[in-house]
């Protein structure tokens, strides 16, 4: 067995983009130019490959992110040449959600590619969720294409979207193309490092013809080439010299040195045209080719020893040791659960075993696909670079590490944005009470934003998820999947608490009951948790343990308590956490230190020191400031703009401060806010009303913040306690 394309020619991409923007469009002429798909399915038909879910189609959004492989061959390869593999260029794609619900899905696809085509509306320009996947990529380090989409829309503007990826995104966006026509003389683009016109003809725009730049163009053209080779030649010095020199460089060094500034993160090239109307997207898979790198063009995939805890790293190569990241579980309706991966180094083959590295269990890869979105086809190997699912793999889960038995490495795990949304859900049956659970663990192994928990109190299942539109899919498919039929409760806010200044306690768990009795003795201090980076934490002292939410610092000297009793003192903590002091939410951001306390030689025992740490975390938490924290949106509104004043106003009754205002395609405003989550449930309805239909929302998770004090006393009310 050999692979079939060299690592240079393989190229694993996402398109991310916001909502509506055009992601799943762009991909389906990305299927049908490269031959995957023989007809073009529209997102307004429900007929489109990569959006297969029925939610996905009913609703025109995507809700999972979707894997393609394909190739392609660059347009300027004659047609008689473009099946020869030589010509050809491997494409793993990952096709995006663009809904701030279903945000997850970009963040763990960022972090397995190594490239991405950001799509933004010609109209909108920049929009919130654009900025959110933008940090993604940014976090990731990953290398970004720019297509301005739409430019067929009345209102599209490529200069004023261009703009705003300068003053929203980055500086460094520059381009290499431009439009031929705007609106409805939208007729093809402009490259501007060959410095000629194309229009894209014949069936679907499959023919890309070159003309020469029309005149009205040429000004435009040569001003802004001009600016392009002043932006590429910044990053070689021998093509800056020659430059200052009067020396224009040749398109194939423009091309050379432009690839490595997109590789390294300092050049983001935009593309332009309509995917609606076939026109641009060739040149945009020409421009991937051409810029975005290869696996052999990043670096090496750092992980850790689980023996030595020593860090090592793994090079795109078939001949070193197995590392693979699986990034998503998929249930699939007919070959049970789908497990996809990346493999960074050494091959994977079908019907062998591997290690679990995160879990310590061998996992038999019994089969192995490549997925053509819903439609998959049987491999025998998987190799350095690419991307493929595992058949019915039992114990491994999102963010697991794959690696060969003579040779473990653990990469570092996907972190994924805490939910933010609740609702409380019954089965309607009997029958249906078994199979809810069964659907409910099975959707949280796909989902790591989805949590499922009981009530203590109540004993009612809680199931909590990124926005309402999260949760009701997910309702809708144990539904439709699973058939399980469910009563479910209005949406809550997901509230957390935290504590304000550092404080001490100490308390001595002594029961006398003849016989044996318990005996625990503890004393700690706590305070607000600094945050410690992941890549940090390895030098911290081994006293630390330092997680994104709590951390425990063991400073017991000269055995006043015993080793073995630790992890139970530690264990008391965290269960007092979770029940929170305030009003019963979850507490983060807690850092325990514990310094000193004693033992009985016959009554202490892991229980006594449980619930003496249980009850000083609880005593120490109230003296410091225990306080409940509440998430707060970020808020985008566009209305028109005689309703602006309204609006403002509407967003300030409810807690809101407003940002900023812009300007957008005509006379629409756009508003910026951040408004607590609990004031904006129903909001739709709301803002609907006040602009006679004409107005639109969209809203992310931004941060945690201090509830006030009145709101504080009404949710204590709500929960019960005591005010």
């Not at 308390?507 to 016989?515: D, S």
Request: charged share 30%; glycine share 8%.
């Amino acid at each position: 067995m050999s692979r079939q394309f060299p690592l240079d020619k393989v190229r694993n991409f996402g398109i991310i983009a916001h909502i509506d923007a055009g992601k799943t469009t762009t991909s389906e002429r990305i299927l049908f130019y490269t031959g995957m798909s023989h007809k073009i399915g529209e997102v307004h038909d429900g007929a489109t490959v990569t959006d297969w879910m029925e939610q996905e189609r009913e609703r025109g959004i995507t809700i999972t992110a979707a894997a393609i492989s394909c190739s392609w061959a660059k347009t300027e390869v004659p047609l008689e040449n473009r099946s020869k593999p030589e010509f050809l260029t491997s494409f793993n794609i990952i096709d995006t959600p663009g809904h701030i619900d279903f945000t997850a899905e970009v963040k763990r696809s960022m972090r397995v590619l190594d490239g991405a085509v950001v799509v933004f509306d010609g109209v909108a320009g920049v929009e919130p969720q654009s900025e959110t996947n933008w940090r993604y990529a940014d976090e990731a380090n990953v290398p970004r294409l720019c297509f301005i989409n739409k430019l067929d829309r009345t209102g599209a503007s490529f200069e004023r979207s261009y703009a705003s990826i300068l003053a929203r995104l980055s500086p460094k966006a520059v381009r290499v193309q431009i439009p031929w026509g705007e609106e409805d003389a939208h007729q093809g683009v402009v490259d501007l490092i060959k410095m000629k016109a194309y229009s894209f003809e014949g069936q679907m725009g499959m023919d890309v013809t070159e003309h020469e730049i029309p005149e009205e163009l040429k000004a435009d053209a040569e001003t802004y080439r001009a600016e392009l080779i002043e932006r590429v030649v910044e990053h070689d010095d021998e093509l800056m010299n020659n430059y200052l020199e009067g020396n224009e460089p040749s398109n194939e060094d423009l091309k050379r040195v432009l690839r490595k500034a997109v590789i390294a993160n300092e050049i983001f090239p935009v593309f332009t045209g309509s995917a609606l109307k076939n026109k641009g997207v060739q040149l945009v898979l020409d421009g991937v080719v051409d810029y975005l790198p290869s696996p052999v063009d990043v670096p090496a995939i750092i992980g850790t020893d689980p023996k030595s805890g020593e860090q090592v790293e793994r090079h795109p190569s078939d001949d070193e040791p197995l590392a693979a990241l699986a990034f998503k579980v998929q249930t699939d309706p007919f070959v049970g659960s789908l497990t996809f991966f990346r493999v960074y180094s050494g091959v994977i083959e079908a019907g062998s075993y591997v290690l679990n590295t995160t879990t310590g269990t061998k996992e038999r890869l019994g089969r192995i696909v490549r997925l053509m979105a819903d439609k998959r086809e049987e491999v025998k190997a998987v190799y350095a670079g690419e991307i493929a699912a595992g058949v019915g793999m039992k114990d491994t889960k999102t963010s697991h590490t794959l690696s060969d038995e003579k040779n473990p490495i653990v990469l570092e795990e996907i972190t994924f944005p805490e939910p933010v949304v609740a609702l409380r859900i019954e089965p309607k049956t009997k029958a249906d009470q078994e199979k809810m659970g069964m659907a409910l663990k099975r959707l949280a192994d796909e989902d790591p934003t989805f949590k499922v928990s009981t009530d203590e109190e109540s004993n009612e299942t809680i199931i909590a998820g990124m926005g309402e539109l999260h949760l009701e899919i997910l309702v809708d498919r144990m539904k439709r999947e699973f058939n399980v039929e469910a009563n479910v409760g209005a949406p809550q806010v997901t509230y957390r608490e935290t504590i304000q200044k550092e404080a001490e306690a100490e308390v001595k768990y002594i029961k006398q009951t003849g016989g044996r009795g318990q005996y625990g003795h503890v004393k700690i201090k706590i305070k607000p948790l600094e945050h410690v980076p992941a890549e940090e934490r390895a030098n911290l002292p081994k006293a630390v343990k330092h997680e994104d939410h709590f951390e425990f610092i063991n400073n017991i000297k000269g055995g006043v308590i015993p080793q073995e009793y630790i992890p139970a003192c530690e264990k008391g903590f965290r269960e007092a956490m979770d029940r929170g002091i305030v009003a019963g939410y979850k507490m983060v951001d807690v850092s325990v230190d514990l310094f000193d306390g004693s033992y009985h030689d016959v009554d202490s025992s892991e229980i006594a020191f449980k619930i003496a740490s249980s009850q000083a975390f609880q005593d120490a938490a109230k003296k410091a400031g225990a306080v409940l924290l509440e998430p707060v949106m970020k808020v985008e509104v566009t209305v028109p703009e005689q309703f602006m004043g309204d609006v403002n106003g509407q967003l300030s009754s409810k807690r809101g401060t407003i940002e900023k205002m812009e300007d957008r395609a005509g006379s629409i405003k756009a508003i910026t806010a951040q408004v607590p989550l609990s004031e904006m449930f129903g909001y739709t309805t709301t803002l609907r009303s006040m602009t006679e239909g004409r107005g639109n929302w969209v809203m992310e998770f931004d941060h945690f913040a201090v509830v006030p004090g009145n709101v504080s006393e009404e949710i204590k009310k709500k929960r019960g306690v005591a005010v």
